[in-house]
């Protein structure tokens, strides 16, 4: 749901790096993405286990971050461009729907009310009823479970590495959906760009190519990172390498930003590999 459906992953890094930070936990936007797809509680564990604090038990951190998350998805929420189309274009050849998300059951009924499509999906689950979250499958098999599908008769849509790996795992075919808006592509990318132009040897390069001071601050402008980052579907990203071998490249190296740096990003390596060698 989130950041695939809707648009609520800017909602999601503003809400935990804010409530996180008054527990002593450094946030920043690119390490909200090493938890992206996983279950709250999950998520919460994973910055205790880094950053132990005091006081506030892990789960009334979870429940602040819940009680924050419920009142800006109410009033602010949107769809993603595309979804409402990719929405009506299942429901006009009959394909039965579901909404596997691992937010809180709250979150994903507040979201749903918001924006009217309560009666879109036959069947919402939730990851907060699963022991345990994405990647492993048990989320999608309870889903297919609830449906009455075998899971190799689904097919699930993805933007998130565990989420790709939930699914494989649940031996369902997956549609991993890429990143294609330019604002929160941009973002991810200046997560890592950022570090690259703190220091002086990268950024005086870019300099000499003929960026600016400008250029080079606050991660890098729009310019200066739809230069150095491919951004798009599979298909945009090999149009890319094309263009530099064109230029007469010998050698393009590629790396992805999955988000999740604790995470090899194998899956996306295999989509890229077909894409570019065919």
């Not at 394909?95 to 998300?101: G, R």
């Not at 300099?207 to 230069?227: I, N, Q, T, Y």
Request: net charge negative.
């Amino acid at each position: 749901m989130d950041g695939l459906l809707v648009d609520s992953e800017p909602i999601w890094h503003d809400v935990e790096i804010d409530i996180f930070s008054r527990h002593g936990v450094p946030l920043t936007v690119e390490r909200c993405l090493e938890t992206k797809g996983m279950y709250l509680g999950d998520a919460v564990e994973h910055w205790y286990e880094r950053y132990p604090w005091s006081g506030a038990t892990r789960a009334e951190v979870a429940a602040e971050i819940v009680d924050a998350m419920a009142r800006r998805l109410e009033a602010a929420v949107e769809l993603k461009p595309g979804a409402r189309h990719a929405l009506d274009f299942c429901a006009a050849r009959a394909a039965v729907l579901a909404l596997a998300s691992s937010s809180p059951r709250r979150l994903i009924d507040a979201t749903l009310r918001r924006l009217g499509l309560e009666a879109r999906f036959a069947v919402v689950h939730s990851g907060e009823d699963e022991p345990v979250g994405k990647p492993d499958p048990a989320i999608f098999l309870t889903t297919a479970r609830l449906l009455g599908v075998a899971p190799d008769r689904c097919v699930v849509f993805e933007d998130s590495a565990a989420g790709v790996l939930a699914a494989k795992g649940a031996g369902m075919a997956c549609v991993a959906v890429p990143e294609a808006d330019p604002t929160a592509a941009r973002e991810r990318a200046r997560a890592f760009t950022a570090g690259y132009l703190s220091l002086p040897n990268y950024a005086n390069n870019l300099r000499r190519l003929g960026f600016s001071d400008e250029d080079v601050a606050g991660g890098g402008s729009d310019r200066l990172v739809d230069a150095v980052v491919c951004w798009g579907d599979d298909a945009q990203v090999a149009e890319r390498v094309r263009r530099y071998h064109d230029a007469g490249a010998d050698h393009v190296c590629l790396q992805v930003l999955s988000g999740n740096r604790e995470s090899f990003p194998l899956e996306e390596y295999r989509r890229l590999a077909l894409a570019i060698l065919g």
